[in-house]
Structures are given as C-alpha cells and as structure tokens.
C-alpha cells in the first residue's frame, strides 16, 4: 500500500473541550436521577493513567485490545521513498536511519503508549544539547545530527505550558514539556523540553489535537465485567465444585470440648490439606449439591461488545487468527481497519512529523517522498483461480481485438484493466525484451518406423 504525501491541515482546538467525565456521570444515571448505574455496577466515572496502564499490564484481554492493532500497524514497519530519482538516496537514506535509531521499536512503543493513554511524545535527542538545560530552547541550525529517540507516555512527559498566544499558528498546542527521565544511579531528572524537539502522538482524536481518547476507554465496563466473569466463575468452581457438608447431630449424642476441638482440627485438614478420610462419631457429615455454573455464554456477550466497539474482529482479538481458524473475510475486514489506522493515526502523527524534521535538519535528503506499508489483504487460493481466469479472458479479448494497442497501450492495459503493479509490469516488459516467453526448439524425438518381422534391435539398426 502505497500513500503519496499531502500537504498537511493543523487544526487549531482548544484543548478538552467536551468533558469526557462529565459526560460519564450524565450517561450513568437513570430513572431522572434517582439511580446512578455506574455506583450500583461498580463502574468508575472517573479513570486515571494509571489505571489504563494496570489493567494493560494485568489483564490478559485489555492487553489485546492495545497490542493487536499496534502489531500489525507496524508489521514489517513503514517505507520510504522518492520517485524523483534513479538510484533512490532517500530510501537508502531511511534504512539506515531505521536500522540505527531502531526506528520500528520506537515508532510502536509511542504507538502503543498513546493508545493506552491521551497521548505520547517521541523525544528527539539532537547533537545541539550539550547539556540539560539546552533542551529548553529551539533547535538550532540547518544541519545537525539525530543521536537517539526514546518513547515516554503522558505519565512520564507533561505539558507544563502552552501556547497562549492566539495570533500564533500553535495556539493552543504544547509549548513546553516536563519529562521525566531515568539516570543510570535509578533516580529520575526532570528535563524541560522544548516542542520542536518532541513528536506528539494523541491517537485517536475527537476534541483536541492533544488529548485523544484512550483506547480503553469505550470499553472499559466490559473489561471490568470480563474481570467479574472469570474471577467469578473460578472462584465459584474452587468453592462449589467440592461440596459443602452439613453436619447433623445424631439424637442423644452430648460432646464436650474436647470433642468440639478435634472435630474442628478433622474439618480443618479436610478441608485446608485434603484429607480424603474423615472419621467421625456423633455426627453424620451430609454432602451438599455442587453449584457450578458454566460462563461461557455470559463472556462471549462482552467480548462481542469489545468487538464491536474496538473494530477488532474475534478471531483476531483471540489469538485464532491463523491456519483454519481464520476466514479471508475477518482477515481483509481486519486489514481494512489496520489501513484506517494507518492513514489516521501512524502516518500523520508519527511517520511525517519525524520524517519532515529530519529532513528539515538535514538528516534525510529533502524531497517530496511516499509512505508505502505491507498490504495485509488476503486472498484465498479460490479467489486467485477467479482472478486468474478473468485476467486471462481479459488478455485474450484484448489481444483479438484489431486496432487495441493503439486505442489503449498494453502498459495501459496491464495497469488499469489487469491490475498489475508498476514493478510487474516491468518485469513483464523485461521478459518480453529478453524473449523469456520465447518457447526454445527441442530435439527430434521421432520414433523410428518399426518394420514388421524385425527384432527390436533390428528395428534400431535399420532406423540409424
């Protein structure tokens, strides 16, 4: 997939200017406010980085729904190249850039931090900073050198002020941020940096240029009843798959404390060290009916809800995407929202604002440059045998009809009607030029005449 660079359009907003708590605490009440749903379920209103962070960390689905469309976002990573000349500088040129910064690494780290957040900046480590106080101030000079990138989330890198001035194009945006950073003793330093030397990443947008919308965030009542759900049904297994005992009290049986206390130490390793034999006096130990209850049902609802909500089709979201579990058509509706991504988050948040500053400072050649991904399209081998046909029937129509070529040029032909690419097409015209379909003479394999009467041998001698 191919994406040629447009000019880009900064949409100035003010930053938050919807709420998104107070909207939460109007969508949880009901009955005209007398019932508020999301204390009655155990649902937050308000939800912290820190908490999206946690349950990224710790549950099993939530990390998913964060790693599945970063993963293949970024699949064999992004491209770059010009078709302005021969010998392409500019695709060499990011390569080696990629392969020294570890560019793929730092493009999916800041990725996947911003999806679990409101946002993420990439951190661009100039050769201008000698020392700390230096990342305050404007980069410096036309040409300079790119020594590192790092990664850091909303935690670790504040805005500590804006732009305030409205008749500057970045009203409204970060101006300056506090970001924390380790030291090699495993303390923490606070750096003030200025905007030029970072990449803000805000993920999916809806109000502000800063701030996106965690990724979390729409299904977060659905993670917290998956929670409910699995840990409910396993601990409803360990307590109600071994059945409780009632103990009754035979007529005219008396026990003293004695009896009380070992009775309770019998119960104890019973139940505690799985004692299997129980011997007892005075009292009949009754089983209760086990109840188990199977959730299955109930957490198929919520992933289908996630599901839903995140784009993410179940056998992707599961883990069953592969061999023949997985259905061309997840797999291409899955690929469609991976391109969707790409085109609204990674290549205009992550790829061209570092691709454009590297060039602005003379660490890529300057020119106008393409993005090109993997496709992530499938086609089943019943789909390529179509296709195939329907090409072949085209080709021949086209190679029947007098007077094509010159209505239509077989280049243009094989492009817009076979839909070839530009590099099949030229392989093509290569093959053509070095007579590769040209079928060689083969040797005479006639079989001699058999004379009637001969011997094989004979035969042979007379045929030679």
């Known amino acids: 997939m191919i994406r040629t660079k447009a000019p880009s359009k900064k949409i100035q907003v003010n930053d938050e200017i919807i709420n998104r708590n107070k909207l939460a605490r109007t969508l949880s009440y009901s009955y005209g406010g007398d019932r508020n749903l999301y204390t009655s379920l155990g649902y937050p209103t308000d939800i912290t980085y820190d908490e999206y962070f946690a349950r990224f960390i ?26 302005e000349e021969k010998t392409d500088i500019l695709a060499k040129a990011w390569k080696d850039l990629k392969k020294d910064l570890k ?16 946002y993420a900046v990439l951190l661009l480590g100039f050769d201008d900073v000698k020392v700390n106080e230096d990342f305050t101030k404007p980069i410096e000079g036309s040409k300079r050198n790119l020594l590192y990138v790092s990664a850091y989330s909303q935690s670790a890198a504040t805005i500590e002020r804006y732009e305030k001035n409205p008749a500057n194009k970045r009203f409204g945006l970060p101006f300056i941020y506090n970001i924390q950073t380790g030291t090699e003793n495993g303390g923490m330093i606070s750096l003030q940096v200025h905007y030029s030397r970072v990449i803000h990443v805000a993920g999916e947008i809806l109000s502000s240029d800063v701030k996106g919308i965690p990724t979390m965030e729409k299904i977060w009542n ?4 998956l929670e409910k759900l699995s840990g409910g049904s396993a601990e409803m297994f360990w ?30 390793k019973y139940e505690n060290e799985l004692t299997r034999i129980f011997i007892n006096e005075g009292i009949e130990l009754k089983g209760l009916a086990p109840q188990v209850s199977d959730p299955t049902a109930h957490v198929a609802v919520q992933v289908d809800l996630i599901s839903t909500a995140t784009a993410i089709p179940k056998r ?42 590297c060039m602005k400072y003379g660490i890529l050649p300057k020119m106008e440059y393409e993005t090109e991904w993997e496709s992530l399209h499938q086609t089943s081998d019943e789909d390529k045998a179509k ?22 040029p077989p280049e243009a032909f094989l492009k817009f009607i076979m839909g070839l690419s530009i590099e099949q097409i030229d392989e093509i015209l290569i093959m053509i030029e070095n007579d590769a379909f040209e079928i060689e003479e083969e040797e005479d394999l006639t079989i001699p005449p058999v004379i009637p009467g001969l011997k094989p041998k004979d035969n042979i001698a007379v045929a030679e």
């Open 103 to 118: 560019l793929d690494l730092r493009f999916r780290t800041v990725d996947k931090l911003a999806a679990i957040g409101q």
């Open 58 to 83: 710790r549950q099993d689905i939530a990390n998913a729904i964060i790693e599945r469309p970063v993963k293949y976002t970024w699949k064999k990573g992004v491209k770059i190249h010009s078709n």
């Open 222 to 225: 659905r993670l917290m009843d």
């Open 239 to 268: 307590r109600g798959a071994r059945p409780g005992y009632q103990g009754i009290v035979k007529e005219g049986y008396e026990s003293d404390d004695d009896l009380d206390t070992t009775m309770n130490d019998k119960i104890e």
């Open 387 to 408: 296709l195939g046909l329907t090409r072949a029937q085209a080709l021949k129509a086209y190679g029947d009809s007098m007077g094509a070529q010159e209505v239509m």
């Open 316 to 357: 992707i979201l599961l883990g069953s995407e592969r061999g023949e579990l997985s259905s061309s058509q997840d797999a291409n509706a899955w690929a469609d929202v991976v391109d969707a991504r790409r085109e609204e988050i990674a290549e205009p948040q992550i790829v061209e604002p570092f691709v454009d500053t």
